[in-house]
């Protein structure tokens, strides 16, 4: 992400305060105060993080038009993980890994959304190629609504391979295409599973479609033959959340 990232808003500065990410400081806004400021006054000064005051002007320019509710954070740069670092979580939890692979999405908000469906529904981290594709940046975390501060994303060079490489730790590669033949509720989402949603308009691309086991496409009755990449990545985890929530 990049060196100066800022968050703004309550909910995104609890977010990040909760989740322990290093922050360099936060300002709010003089005279306004709440719960929710109180909160992040106590959160931060417990992190021995320097909370500042300073006119509502100073926290609009700042923000640079994003609705700041009072409360302005400088974040330090996300850090990604590795593959083994999201295998190894859902070890820990003792749950089959269940793992968000982003095959070429270039739309920040895009990323964002399917980073709070990921926390959401309880998965385990996401992966994106470090090329041809949006990586973390301040529009995704503000997109995420926090999300971004609680889920490992990965970077790798190649898809394909990562791929591979989590079939051989029984992994089920799941590609969410509209040249599908099974609808996304005819499968089995239940044990360890990799589901991957392709870039907006170019869906998957060729190689990684044929690394997939299986393919499953969304019912679509009106005119638009396909979703929001973010709204299809919704559903499919969903339809997982509730077949694996009777297993484990």
């Not at 060196?3 to 977010?15: F, H, S, T, W, Y």
């Not at 889920?151 to 599908?180: D, M, Q, S, Y």
Request: hydrophobic share 40%; with cysteine.
């Amino acid at each position: 992400m990049e060196d100066k990232e800022i968050r703004a808003g309550r909910r995104p500065v609890l977010e990040i305060l909760r989740a322990g990410r290093p922050v360099n400081r936060v300002v709010i806004a003089r005279g306004v105060e709440d719960d929710s400021l109180r909160e992040i006054r106590r959160l931060a000064r417990g992190q021995g993080i320097p909370v500042i005051e300073a006119e509502k002007v100073y926290l609009d320019r700042q923000a640079n038009g994003i609705n700041h509710q009072g409360v302005v954070a400088w974040v330090a740069p996300r850090e990604y993980v590795e593959v083994e670092d999201i295998l190894e979580l859902a070890r820990t939890k003792e749950e089959p890994p269940w793992i968000v692979v982003l095959d070429g999405l270039e739309d920040p908000q895009n990323m964002g959304s399917i980073l709070r469906t990921v926390e959401g529904v309880g998965a385990h981290g996401v992966i994106i190629p470090k090329r041809r594709s949006v990586q973390l940046n301040a529009t995704v975390a503000r997109t995420s609504a926090g999300a971004v501060d609680l889920v490992p994303v990965a970077r790798v060079v190649n898809l394909v391979r990562t791929l591979e490489f989590l079939k051989e730790h029984g992994c089920w590669v799941i590609g969410a295409t509209g040249e599908a033949s099974q609808q996304y509720h005819e499968v089995d989402y239940t044990g360890g599973l990799v589901l991957v949603i392709g870039g907006e308009g170019k869906g998957l691309s060729r190689l990684v479609q044929e690394k997939c086991d299986l393919l499953v496409r969304l019912p679509m009755r009106g005119q638009i033959n396909s979703l929001n990449a973010s709204v299809a990545a919704g559903v499919v985890l969903y339809e997982a959340l509730r077949q694996r929530h009777k297993t484990y």
